[in-house]
């Protein structure tokens, strides 16, 4: 289980290494995904609050990156955080997310990105739920749920 110490570990000295690389030029990004996917995966853009279509959802499944597809959290560790976003306690994998710090706007924050495609999710804080006290507030247009059936 992740915690917020190596969350700083890896902004600081290094992200795990991802089990795939995608790369595409912008024009092939822009070809492939729509303008407001295309505005926060690749612009490092930020929905408005209570306004993503998967900020309420509670189905079972996988959360995959919208750029490449990628396994990024699964619906077990999604919580309400009452923040307005979809939020999560841990990734599906130590290496599904890239850290950096990011300073805009005034503060210090540290964003999350698809480990394999660098498409911008949102940020971790360190005031989430125990046991590992995260909260990964992720944009719903990064992200496509990948439902499970039951049967």
Known sequence: MLTWKEVINFCSKGNPVP????EKTEEEWRELLDAETYRVLRNKGTEAPHTGALCSSHEAGKYNCAGCGSPLFD???KFDS???????TQPITEN???YEK???????????????????LGHVFPDGPKPSGLRYCINSASMRLQEVSEH
């Not at 009452?82 to 999560?88: H, I, Q």
């Open 19 to 22: 089990d795939s690389k995608t």
């Open 75 to 77: 619906s077990t560790i």
């Open 82 to 88: 009452g923040t307005g976003w979809p939020s999560f």
């Open 96 to 98: 599904a997310i890239k």
């Open 102 to 120: 990011d300073t805009t706007f005034g503060m210090i924050r540290v964003e999350v990105m698809c480990n394999s495609c660098d498409g911008h």
